[in-house]
């Protein structure tokens, strides 16, 4: 329930229910979501139908999350590098205008043209759930790409609905809209970072925008957009971590509201949204969305006559063909004409699955559709979006399929590709530095930043151990002691360089993290007696602190890296976000090796590109 795939379970279940409910009971169906509910205050009403509540009001708060996933890329992922925007860029627009095209020629000026824009937006998230469903085993980097190429279409599609779906727009409440909108921004610039003082402006910007006349899910979008996102740092989390030990000594309502407070900060404005908002948006919002638009009654007259409806078969053509061609098609334009210094960050097979799995479109498509079309117009243009979000699946889910069939080293280059990858790590592993353990030409490089009292850590070396049986595997240890909570890991780490000083580290790691619990001074001294070390060389080294500058080298490397806590895996330079368990690492180890063979493969060709 907590992937991706259970929220696509959830909404595809509200989808099925609304059928159903509109085929039994059609008359009921409608009574319902035409209802109307109203806000009253003295002389100041706002009423509205319920569906228009959902539509307009709870949607707002899925843009939200749209906009923060955005925000999200461009901080944190792919697209931080903004080189790597272009072919995003022209994918996502030709996505959009390659299915308009086709929309368009189908419809020939006829009485749906104007709601072309049915046909033009992917359902990012829903997309997203069913390719977790229909390609199992799909590598996480096609879910990357896949988003950073939508990221554009979500945004167009809320600038076209705003522009070309908005009818008698007030300019001065849009204006009004735009002042409430810059006190969002003065707030952020001023490094507030509360809640509720930017709700009553986010509530304003929503009910100014409502009432000019443009669809007031635009400004949950850009709300999403201005919250920045970034890993906790180091000084923060220890900031925090003193405002907990404040508390443990007195503990008082005061402090416990100053300690959670100060917890909460260290994540960033983006992530605390997320946390908040998306499975809200995931798990009530957009199936209840479901529910209150997907519902057509559905008998053999109806789909006669949708089957030949130039508005169903438009948009059934603009989906089920437009996106794949215009996706591949113009990720294959931008490689050729840029030499392939731009190209996909994948495969072209995950290329063409990104292409057919965003042929679904559900929730702007059937937001346009309910603002360009009444009636069986509407009915109509509903079941084109379905029976293109079912064709769009199951073309997928045959790309995959066949792409399984390949050849193991034919399938890795198909659905990684060989682009470059940014890399998180800060400075790479030098051999003549860090402790490397392992074949030194090994495919795979693991780096752990690890506190050898950290109890997490301890749970990390049995999958790590695990690992290290596999011979085309190195592993690196990199110090991060965090002195906040656990005060004896300084200590402890500058043991471990001492016994390095005598040719014993891995050793002293091991014993270390297999008692966590005795790493006072004089259990490390009996620990290099058990070694063989030089216990006075080892006890001076220790009680001067003689290897403190060691340590502090992979502090600052920490810091650079953006790590803030332990244990932090890299693999291959890119970071790990996922669990440390056995079964995920193993997972992105595979990928992490496919994608080195297949840098080796193409430095080895005549003219080849090195791989970073």
């Known amino acids: 329930m907590r992937t991706e795939a259970g929220s696509a379970g959830v909404l595809v279940a509200a989808i099925v229910a609304a059928l159903i409910w509109a085929n039994v009971d059609e008359a009921g169906y409608e009574r319902l979501w035409t209802t109307e509910f109203s806000v009253r205050a003295g002389g100041w009403e706002l009423a509205c139908d319920l569906r228009t509540w959902v539509n ?232 209840l969305f479901g529910l209150a638009n997907a519902g057509i009654p559905i008998d053999g007259a109806f789909l006669a006559r949708a089957f030949t409806s130039p508005i ?64 069986d117009q509407l009915d109509e243009a509903k079941a084109g979006v379905l029976a293109a979000a079912l064709l769009a699946s199951l073309c997928t889910w045959v790309v995959y399929r066949v792409t399984d069939r390949l050849p193991k080293h034919k399938r890795a280059r198909a659905l990684l590709g060989d682009a470059d990858v940014l890399v998180d790590l800060i400075p790479p592993v030098d051999v003549s530095v860090d402790h490397v353990r392992g074949a030194a030409d090994a495919s795979v490089t693991v780096v752990e930043y690890g506190d050898f009292q950290c109890p997490y850590c301890g749970q990390a070396e049995p999958a790590v151990r695990e690992l290290l049986s596999d011979t085309d595997l190195r592993y690196v240890w990199r110090h991060l002691p965090l002195t906040d909570v656990h005060p004896q890991a300084q200590l402890a780490a500058e043991a471990a360089e001492a016994a390095a000083a005598q040719g014993a580290f891995w050793p002293m790691h091991d014993l270390l993290l297999d008692h966590q619990d005795e790493l006072r001074p004089m259990d490390l001294v009996r620990y290099a007696e058990q070694l063989g070390l030089d216990r006075r060389r080892f006890h001076e080294d220790l009680m001067s602190h003689t290897h403190e500058g060691r340590v502090a080298q992979d502090l600052e490397s920490a810091d650079l890296s953006g790590v803030g806590g332990t244990p932090t895996f890299f693999i291959n330079g890119i970071r790990h976000y996922g669990a440390y368990d056995i079964g995920t690492l193993t997972e992105s180890v595979k990928v992490a090796r496919a994608r080195a063979l297949i840098g080796r493969s193409n430095a080895s060709r005549p003219g080849g590109r090195s791989p970073r």
């Not at 906009?67 to 992922?77: C, M, P």
């Not at 046909?119 to 199992?136: K, P």
């Not at 969002?184 to 910007?205: D, E, H, N, T």
């Not at 479109?361 to 346009?368: A, E």
């Open 56 to 287: 307009s009001g709870l949607m707002t708060l899925f843009f939200l999350v749209v906009g923060l996933e955005a925000r999200r890329e461009f901080d944190l992922g792919d697209l931080r590098d903004r080189r790597r925007f272009l072919l995003p860029l022209a994918a996502g627009i030709a996505g959009m205008a390659v299915p308009v095209a086709i929309y368009l020629a189908v419809n020939r000026g006829g009485p749906g043209a104007h709601g072309w824009g049915v046909a033009m937006s992917t359902d990012t998230a829903l997309a997203l759930g069913l390719l977790a469903l229909v390609g199992r085993g799909v590598p996480e980097q096609v879910r990357v790409f896949l988003l950073t190429v939508f990221v554009v279409d979500d945004l167009l599609a809320l600038v076209i609905i705003a522009v070309a779906y908005s009818e008698h727009i007030e300019p001065m409440w849009l204006a009004l809209a735009a002042v409430a909108f810059g006190m969002v921004l003065a707030l952020r610039a001023l490094g507030v970072k509360g809640g509720p003082a930017y709700a009553p402006f986010c509530i304003l910007l929503w009910y100014f925008m409502l009432r000019s006349g443009v669809d007031p899910v635009v400004a949950g979008l850009a709300v999403g957009l201005t919250a920045t996102a970034y890993t906790p740092a180091r000084n923060a989390l220890e900031a925090a971590s003193g405002l907990f030990k404040l508390f443990r000594e007195q503990p008082t309502a005061e402090l416990a509201r100053s300690a959670s407070l100060g917890l909460t900060r260290t994540l960033s404005p983006n992530d605390r949204l997320q946390r908040l908002w998306h499975p809200w948006t995931s798990y009530l919002i957009v199936p």
């Open 312 to 375: 169903t078969l438009g948009v059934l053509a603009g989906y089920v063909v437009g996106k794949p061609v215009a996706v591949a098609g113009t990720s294959w334009l931008v490689t050729r004409l840029t030499g392939g210094r731009v190209r996909p960050g994948v495969g072209w097979a995950a290329v063409l699955g990104s292409g057919t799995i965003a042929g679904i479109g559900f929730t702007v498509s059937l937001l346009i559709a309910s603002l360009a079309f009444t009636g």
